[in-house]
């Protein structure tokens, strides 16, 4: 059982507070993946969780062992590098092997170990081979499946796709859900790219300065995103946010048109709306038409609601043109409501 | 247009001949050098000087066969060799510090490195003869490489210190998630990967202690190193036992520095081709 827990990590750099109070449970076997800009602190936390950085306050558990004070190779961790850290001394058979040696595994255990990963990854062909004989996919292949030999009880990974080509970047993205799902370890994944994060994650976990916002399933995140921040960073085209103001009780009004909404006694409420979420109506929010992008199945429609910028996806075959006024009609289910000052959501 | 290209092939005319000048700086004497140690005695101390080498080793023989010679060599190498060891036990893990840790002070001691080469060694050759003795040091190959040690410790570190930084760091913290300590990582990652560059390092200590001659001439009598013989014998020698000393001096130098000169354009943050 490798359930990871994260009590009040908090990690300063001379008076820079890269990490603040951070808690975090993952699931046995769970895959999680740490979302958030460069700079909002997720290298820093994977590297405290390795053991390679050490916190400044907290407690990291893996099961019911405290980890936080063992060195990194007492920890039963692995991890995949942003930039592989691949052996250039050895070959990728004695890369994928070299943990196992350090382990003292039987020379004929290594060897099966070696050759069931290097199968797995698809690189027995390569076993032979130095790293600079190797392309960034491979040598790719080659750190994943090294950290893997180790049979590790949780593995992480920090940008482990960023530095391949778009399209590489597909392909290993959905092999590298099916070996993990195969190799029931608990996995910890960094990136920036949010559809990265969403099509790997059992759950995301969103960070911000060093703090984690919200931790949940994709769709849950994508559907109830907990804060302003979240809702702006996932989903792309991003949501529309504006700004609504108190009629009576549950009910806002924006250029005319009454939606009904949470009852917080406030003079304003933030709104989210998602472009996918509004239909062309003959009344809703009055909306100008600024640029049309057909994007096949969809039209993307860039308009100016009020004073705001309000992005919708329509149907393609809406006879729509740039200049024209049109009424977008949101399906006020799927409505987002945040507090004008917290920024938190409400219900 | 014409002005700029004329001008341009003035300079150019201007660096080549710089180039060739320094060169013949540089190698003239050195051939000589070689075409005399090269000649019988009898052809060195005619006139006009030959400028072919005549590939007579009797001067050579010569100069092997000279008295005390074959010991002073002994004891140059035996010299050279715990330079070398010294300079790489202390030295290496001086610039792996240097190159990884953090530490109050790391830029200061950085100069105070090279600063050590600032002292002049005669001032500190009478305190140290004196302690030598005190100590029973004096005369001894130990004692005099440690003196040697001091001098090639610096570049020593300052070596190790951009071998170290080369290495990324990562593959270090890869081998320590791997199940390596501290020590491991080591072992099988970084010195496998940094080996060349501390052979180099430790081969330009030896050519330093080969080369010193102002301490050797202080702290040893009996045991006199190579370049302390030559100083000392200078005077009396014929001239074919000059030329074929300075000869036997000069090309171990020449050969081993050639051999590491990338390293040491390393040291300086040169990058080297
Ligand atoms: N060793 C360090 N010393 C000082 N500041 C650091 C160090 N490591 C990271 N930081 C700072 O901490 C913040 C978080 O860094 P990092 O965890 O690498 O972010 P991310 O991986 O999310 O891009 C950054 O602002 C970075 O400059
Ligand atoms: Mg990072």
């Known amino acids: 059982m490798a359930i990871i827990e994260i009590k009040n ?204 916002v919200q931790a949940d399933k994709p769709m849950e995140l994508y559907r109830n995103p907990a804060t302003q921040f979240v809702a702006s960073f996932i989903g792309s085209p991003p949501m529309n946010f504006l700004i609504a103001s108190n009629t009576s009780n549950g009910f806002w009004v924006i250029e005319n048109e009454t939606l009904s909404g949470p009852s917080i006694a406030e003079q304003s409420i933030l709104l989210a709306i998602r472009p996918e979420d509004v239909r062309l109506s003959d009344s809703g929010l009055p909306a100008v038409v600024r640029l049309v992008e057909p994007l096949g199945p969809h039209l993307l429609v860039t308009t100016d609601v009020g004073s705001n910028q309000f992005r919708a996806i329509l149907d393609s075959d809406s006879q729509i043109q740039e200049g024209q006024k049109i009424f977008l009609k949101p399906n006020v289910e799927r409505i987002r409501w945040f507090h004008p000052e917290t920024y938190r959501a409400v219900f | 247009m014409t002005h700029s290209v004329a001008s341009g092939k003035s300079i150019r005319f201007l660096y080549i001949a710089s180039i060739v000048l320094l060169c013949a700086w540089v190698l003239g004497p050195l051939y000589l050098l070689a075409v005399n140690a090269l000649s019988s005695p009898d052809t060195i101390n005619q006139f006009p000087m030959n400028l072919i080498p005549e590939f007579d080793l009797e001067s050579l023989i010569f100069f092997a066969n000279f008295y005390g010679m074959l010991d002073a060599l002994i004891n140059s190498i035996t010299v050279a060799l715990f330079t070398m060891c010294f300079s790489i036990c202390l030295g290496a893990p001086a610039g792996y510090a240097l190159a990884r840790f953090d530490f109050v002070g790391k830029e200061l001691f950085r100069v105070i490195i090279l600063m050590t080469r600032a002292f002049p060694l005669p001032l500190l050759a009478l305190p140290l003869a004196v302690f030598f003795i005190e100590t029973g040091l004096d005369d001894t190959a130990f004692g005099l490489s440690l003196v040697h040690t001091t001098l090639a410790l610096p570049f020593a570190i300052l070596i190790t210190f951009s071998l170290f930084s080369g290495v990324p760091r990562e593959l270090e913290e890869a081998a320590w998630t791997l199940g390596c300590n501290r020590f491991a990582a080591f072992r099988f990652v970084i ?8 052979t180099a390092s430790a081969i330009f200590a030896f050519v330093i202690s080969w ?48 051999a590491v000169r990338k390293y040491l354009f390393a040291m300086w943050g040169i990058s080297n081709r």
């Open chain 1, 9 to 212: 990590i908090a990690k300063t750099f001379g008076t820079y507070e890269a990490l603040k109070d951070i808690n975090l449970t993952v699931e046995d076997q769970e895959f999680m993946v740490l979302l958030g800009a460069s700079g909002c602190g997720k290298t820093t936390l994977l590297r405290i969780i390795a053991g390679l950085e050490s916190p400044t306050q907290g407690e990291v558990w893996i099961g019911d062992r405290r980890i936080d004070h063992l060195p990194a190779r007492e920890r039963g961790i692995s991890m995949v590098f942003q930039n592989y850290a691949i052996f250039p001394h050895m070959t990728v058979a004695e890369n994928i092997g070299f943990g196992l040696k350090m382990s003292k595994i039987p020379a004929d255990e290594l060897k099966r170990r070696v050759e069931k990963n290097a199968e797995l990854m698809h690189i027995e062909h390569l076993l032979k081979r130095y790293s600079g004989e190797l392309s960034g996919g491979q040598r790719q292949r080659v750190a994943v499946a090294r950290a893997l030999a180790m049979e590790p009880d949780v593995i992480l990974m920090d940008e482990p796709l960023s530095n391949l080509d778009a399209l590489l970047r597909l392909e290993m993205r959905a092999e590298l859900k099916g070996v993990l799902q195969q190799s029931n370890t608990t996995a910890i994944y960094v990136t920036h790219d949010q559809v990265e994060a969403m099509s790997l994650a059992d759950r995301v976990s969103v960070m911000n300065a060093g703090e984690i």
């Open chain 2, 191 to 198: 010195l496998p990967l940094i080996l060349p560059g501390i």
């Open chain 2, 211 to 258: 080369n010193e001659v102002f301490a050797s001439a202080v702290l040893t009598i009996q045991n006199r190193t190579l370049t302390a013989f030559l100083l000392q014998n200078l005077d009396t020698a014929p001239l074919h036992l000059k030329f074929a000393g300075g000869f036997i001096l000069v090309v171990p130098a020449i050969v081993f520095i050639f």
